[in-house]
């Protein structure tokens, strides 16, 4: 009973904390994109290398990106913040499996792509988070160092 | 952890099993399926941890295919069979579902 309250806690604990997230980082902004930016903090590969990205010092690099609209990192700030809150691993895996996919995916379909991470990112830290306490050897009492 | 089969696990499930040999991406299961992929990925976690699915990077030189890694997705064997029962049963009416259409045809 103990276990299915604090679950509750935990659950709500996270929507409030990725909705907080989402509103500091100006994720109602998300359709608009920051996928740019997320794979040029992530790594060199990927949908800026697709859209021609010039280097970042370039007055090109100052315009307001053609497919973006100049959003800047608003929702990939938001992901990473989210992914912080998933055990070891997983938020980073969750990350690159986000990256993998916008970078082949059809430039109208990354706002709602982005979005739909976002929306289930609770889910996501729920389930990572109860795989990973299931995998965790358990240290108690039987724990002869103790 | 019970497995909740919701429609959007049935059509994940469904796009596994079409060719089970076949390793599919993140992006190839979300056109096939019609999910965006933010709500296909918790499923296919869940399928995961439930040793239903299994998945594995793709080995690949980013820079030279200019693209990340995808991430592919496979059933298990255990996952293939638990998969085609639970299809089967979500397909077959329920038993209460027959009585009551027994029951309005009898009285018709």
Same mark, same amino acid.
């Given at each position: 009973?103990?276990?299915?309250i /604090?679950?509750?806690?935990?659950?709500?604990?996270?929507?409030?904390?990725?909705?907080?997230?989402?509103?500091?980082?100006?994720?109602?902004n998300?359709?608009?994109?920051?996928?740019?930016?997320?794979?040029r903090? &992530?790594?060199?590969?990927?949908?800026?290398?697709?859209?021609?990205?010039?280097s &970042?010092?370039?007055?090109?690099?100052? &315009?307001?990106?053609?497919?973006?609209?100049?959003?800047?990192?608003?929702?990939?700030?938001?992901?990473?913040?989210?992914?912080?809150?998933?055990?070891?691993?997983?938020?980073?895996?969750?990350?690159?499996?986000?990256?993998?996919?916008?970078?082949?995916? /059809?430039?109208?379909? /990354?706002?709602?792509?982005?979005?739909?991470?976002?929306?289930?990112?609770?889910?996501?830290?729920?389930?990572?988070?109860?795989?990973?306490?299931?995998?965790?050897?358990?240290?108690?009492?039987?724990?002869?160092?103790? | 952890?019970?497995?909740?089969?919701?429609?959007?696990t049935?059509?994940?499930?469904?796009?596994?099993?079409?060719?089970?040999?076949?390793?599919?991406?993140?992006?190839?299961?979300?056109?096939?399926?019609?999910?965006?992929?933010?709500?296909?990925?918790?499923?296919?976690?869940?399928? $995961?941890?439930?040793?239903?699915?299994?998945?594995r990077?793709?080995?690949i030189?980013?820079?030279? $295919?200019?693209?990340?890694?995808?991430?592919?997705?496979?059933?298990?064997?255990?996952?293939?069979?638990?998969?085609?029962?639970?299809?089967?049963?979500?397909?077959?009416?329920?038993?209460?579902?027959?009585?009551?259409?027994? $029951?309005?045809?009898?009285?018709?």
């Amino acid at each position: 009973m103990l276990g299915l309250i /604090l679950g509750v806690i935990g659950f709500l604990a996270i929507n409030v904390v990725v909705g907080i997230a989402m509103g500091l980082t100006g994720a109602q902004n998300v359709s608009g994109l920051g996928y740019h930016h997320m794979v040029r903090d &992530q790594s060199s590969v990927g949908i800026g290398r697709r859209l021609g990205e010039s280097s &970042q010092g370039s007055p090109a690099a100052r &315009q307001p990106d053609p497919v973006t609209g100049g959003m800047g990192g608003a929702g990939w700030r938001a992901m990473r913040t989210a992914s912080w809150l998933m055990p070891p691993g997983a938020g980073k895996r969750w990350l690159m499996e986000a990256e993998s996919y916008m970078a082949e995916a /059809l430039p109208g379909k /990354l706002g709602p792509a982005m979005r739909s991470y976002m929306v289930n990112a609770p889910k996501v830290v729920t389930v990572s988070w109860a795989s990973f306490l299931k995998r965790r050897p358990n240290r108690t009492r039987s724990d002869p160092a103790s | 952890m019970a497995l909740r089969m919701t429609v959007q696990t049935m059509l994940i499930l469904q796009a596994l099993l079409r060719d089970p040999s076949r390793e599919p991406y993140g992006l190839e299961l979300s056109e096939e399926t019609g999910l965006l992929p933010g709500t296909a990925y918790p499923i296919l976690l869940r399928l $995961e941890h439930e040793g239903w699915v299994t998945s594995r990077w793709e080995d690949i030189d980013p820079h030279a $295919e200019k693209r990340p890694p995808r991430r592919y997705y496979r059933l298990t064997a255990n996952g293939a069979a638990q998969a085609s029962v639970a299809i089967s049963n979500a397909r077959r009416p329920k038993g209460a579902a027959l009585r009551r259409l027994a $029951e309005e045809g009898g009285g018709a």
